[in-house]
């Protein structure tokens, strides 16, 4: 395994959402960014980002990366059957609802991938940022990759002359079997998301506005992606929590 201050390029993510019980969001990410981080990172994965949902008080949304498919088994099998999962797992199982939206995904290309530094991460107890993410997720039917080029050689390169570049990806569904069926992944999914990081929400609105006047973008560019989704894009409006190394 890596040092820790030198984690590998990651070219598996996991981007998973839990609907949590009423009232337990804080609790349940004081539980996680004290326990499940760096026990997580122990096995050979690497904890991307936690966040809460700007529109959900209820729902605690993360990602997670690993080098390779073999990787993402021989870790989630040793933290999943590991002494902290043992002794915290029943608490973090208690606080949620639902665990089971998870998107299994890849960077667009091999030369698309990302790496972090897990050096970067604050400590335990630093607090939560006012920096905001949005995530974006486009849905398109199984086998059709006309929606995920148009994102990938139209929107990207508007999205990187008026703003910011995302922070992670983007992102496409990794085709691989989940082989550790313990934890379910959402099947037959065809999905682009894009994450991008602004100092603040009003950041944001201003460069979705700016790269949605722009003619080209609103004139045939997302006429052209809206034409082959499955159903609109979902939005996730995300705040960082004190440890997130994406923020």
Avoid: C, K
């Amino acid at each position: 395994m890596p040092p820790p201050h030198l984690v590998d390029r990651m070219s598996v993510i996991e981007l998973r959402q839990y609907t949590l019980r009423p009232g337990r969001r804080d609790d349940f990410v004081e539980l996680f960014d004290q326990e499940f981080v760096e026990s997580q990172e122990g096995t050979g994965m690497t904890v991307l980002g936690q966040f809460r949902d700007v529109d959900d008080p209820d729902r605690f949304v993360w990602l997670r990366g690993f080098r390779d498919m073999t990787t993402r088994h021989r870790a989630l099998t040793a933290f999943y059957g590991g002494p902290v999962w043992a002794r915290h797992g029943p608490r973090a199982n208690d606080a949620m609802i639902d665990s089971d939206d998870v998107l299994l995904l890849r960077p667009f290309s091999a030369d698309t991938g990302f790496a972090v530094s897990a050096a970067a991460r604050p400590p335990v107890g630093a607090p939560s940022t006012e920096r905001f993410v949005a995530a974006t997720v486009w849905s398109f039917p199984p086998g059709r990759d006309d929606g995920i080029a148009r994102i990938r050689d139209g929107l990207l390169p508007a999205l990187r002359e008026t703003g910011p570049a995302p922070l992670l990806g983007p992102l496409i569904t990794e085709p691989a079997p989940n082989t550790f069926p313990r934890l379910p992944v959402r099947a037959g999914q065809n999905v682009a998301v894009l994450l991008a990081s602004y100092p603040d929400e009003s950041a944001y609105l201003r460069h979705l506005a700016d790269v949605r006047d722009r003619p080209r973008v609103r004139d045939e560019i997302l006429p052209a992606i809206e034409r082959e989704q499955t159903a609109a894009p979902r939005v996730l409006r995300l705040r960082p929590t004190g440890r997130s190394l994406l923020s």
